[in-house]
């Protein structure tokens, strides 16, 4: 990550589009001490091009708020970037070539570590067997996380680092792992990543975050997820290092420890259940294509016992919830905790959902009651719904597309946040966009200007401020600047891609996000005034 501006230095942008409710017809923008100071027309701008340090030709680019990733695993992503990565793997012969490619390359790792694999998208619909995976690593030990990170397979070496592993919950003899089992053999295959390699991982992610205009993210660890190690570094490196900011959950209910480790939140991934892919998300009826309806980690009582306790102590509660039974415990958890301690402070304190797939007409007015803020995943529409995606295939064509109902939650008021859950799906801002706003069920498409603040002043909102995201005088200068076709306003229909290009609509344009359009390229990307990206000349 380079830096060539210091947050002292004062900018002058000109010279293309800036993004901004302050003019929508703004070319122009000056930067000072880490703040916007001006945004205005490339007339006005000559008053400010003799006071300042340096002058930015944006030779036609676009300038825009950096986007906020809303739900983030640094470490495991910069993992899969500098690893080994199965989401595009075709095939489970395919996979395991890649497997065996990537253990004779890499002799010298104590675990093998890869995620992305996705049975349900292979012909045959089945996941590595144990032994098929002893014989690619040669008998060595390997960790592969299903895409969900919910379940995985490992092979019998790295078992075997693994005292007890056969008695825990979700062992089974030559099949995924879930539950406990997953989470034990989870721990000693991280366990065996040391502090450089880790170190490695955080900057690869954070940089490639840089480079695709995430000005900020938000790391959703916790002790079933990372370790306190992994959490602690990664925000020591973002605090000394120039790179995207990063906002730290700890989704641990144990507040005392949370707050000791420099979390802002007691949340994150507080599993109240697991993932649809996996067969752990909680419904109320079974699966469509399994006799049971899920696990559920954390019943009412408890959801409602840590609102509580979040509330009272004056930090974010938050939960990962998927199935339609797991989001109906969180809205009645955090209703009976606002009966405790007043609903004023409840949605003051802005407590998160993690995911929220499976939402009713009730629990999206619950989220709206309670002040709850939906933090969501565009990209698991685009790749597991439809027709034919997994989600169909859990769950029925029916009740799938009832999924991810993103129209519903912005008409009756709730914040959204948009993330990508890396390396669930891949960092990928305008891709996320994109998926809102041509969501595959047509009545749960936003339009391209609600999903671009969903992915910039949301992500703000949704950690209790109000005040960026947003290229106005007075907020922070966090910004990306990109390589884009023309732009475009699209009608206020939010339930069809329709597009105008009419300059007396009073709106800021955005790029031509149509399916098959050429997504923006980001050439800078700018975090509290300090340069933390510059693409190379082409």
């Known amino acids: 990550m380079s830096e060539s501006t210091a947050p002292s230095d004062t900018v002058l942008l000109r010279g293309g589009e800036v993004h901004s409710p302050a003019d929508p017809f703004a070319t122009a923008m000056v930067v000072e001490r880490g703040h916007v100071a001006w945004v205005g027309s490339e007339g006005a701008a000559d008053a400010f091009a003799t006071g300042v340090d340096e002058v930015v030709d944006l030779e036609g680019a676009l300038v825009t708020p950096a986007f906020t990733d809303a739900h983030v695993h640094t470490t495991a992503t910069g993992l899969a970037l500098t690893g080994l990565d199965l989401s595009d793997a075709p095939s489970l012969e395919a996979a395991l070539a890649l497997v065996r490619d990537f253990a004779a390359a890499r002799p010298d790792d104590r675990v093998l570590l890869g995620h992305g694999w996705d049975a349900a998208r292979w012909p045959g619909g089945r996941p590595p067997a144990r032994a098929e995976l ?48 997953h989470h034990a053999v989870r721990a000693a295959a ?12 955080q900057r690869a992610a954070l940089a490639h975050a840089a480079s695709l205009g995430i000005g900020t993210v938000h790391e959703c660890a916790g002790p079933e997820i990372s370790s306190e190690d992994d959490f602690t570094g990664l925000l020591r490196l973002a605090a000394e290092e120039s790179g995207p900011r ?19 939140g007691a949340a994150g991934d507080l599993f109240v259940d697991g993932s649809l892919g996996s067969h752990t998300a909680c419904l109320h009826e079974p699966y469509g294509d399994a006799d049971h309806t899920g696990l559920a980690h954390l019943d009412t009582d408890a959801v409602a016992a ?3 306790a979040c509330t009272e102590a004056g930090l974010q509660a938050g939960f990962h919830a998927i199935g339609d039974a797991a989001v109906a415990s969180v809205v ?31 629990t999206v007015a619950g989220f709206a009651e309670l002040g709850l803020t939906a933090s969501v995943q565009p990209a698991f529409d685009a790749l597991w719904g439809g027709e034919e995606g997994m989600y169909a295939q859990r769950l029925g064509a029916e009740r799938a597309r009832t999924l991810n109902p993103f129209a519903a939650l912005l008409r009756a008021g709730v914040p959204l946040a948009f993330g990508s859950d890396s ?3 891949p960092l990928d801002p305008w891709g996320t966009v994109r998926a809102a706003a041509f969501h595959r069920t047509p009545e749960h498409r936003v339009s391209v200007r609600a999903a ?87």
Not at 167 to 181: E, F, N, S
Not at 190 to 201: I, K, M, P, T
Not at 470 to 479: E, F, K, T, W
């Open 246 to 264: 990063v906002v730290g959950y700890w989704a641990d209910r144990d507040i005392d420890r949370a707050r000791a480790l420099g979390a802002v």
């Open 190 to 201: 991280l366990g065996a990543v040391g502090a450089v390699q880790r170190a490695e991982a």
């Open 134 to 181: 002893d014989a690619a690593t040669g008998g060595r030990p390997l960790y592969l996380s299903r895409i969900d990170v919910h379940s995985a397979v490992a092979t019998t070496a790295l078992l075997d680092l693994v005292p007890g592993v056969t008695a825990l919950a979700g062992y089974v003899p030559d099949g995924p792992l879930t539950r406990d089992a």
């Open 306 to 308: 840590h609102v509580v």
């Open 332 to 362: 009645a958890g955090v209703r009976a905790a606002a009966e405790k301690v007043g609903l004023a402070r409840v949605r003051a304190a802005r407590h998160r959902v993690e995911h929220a797939e499976m939402l009713t007409p009730e």
């Open 423 to 425: 390396p669930v799906t």
């Open 452 to 538: 671009f603040t969903a992915h910039t002043r949301g992500g703000w909102r949704a950690v209790g401020r109000d005040d960026a995201g947003i290229l106005v005088p007075g907020a922070p200068a966090d910004y990306a600047v990109w390589r884009t076709g023309d732009l475009v306003v699209q009608a206020p229909d939010d339930r069809v891609a329709r597009w105008s290009t009419d300059p007396r609509s009073g709106t800021p344009g955005l790029p031509d996000l149509t399916p098959g359009a050429d997504l923006p390229v980001c050439l800078r990307t700018v975090v509290g005034g300090r340069t933390v990206f510059v693409r190379p000349s082409e």
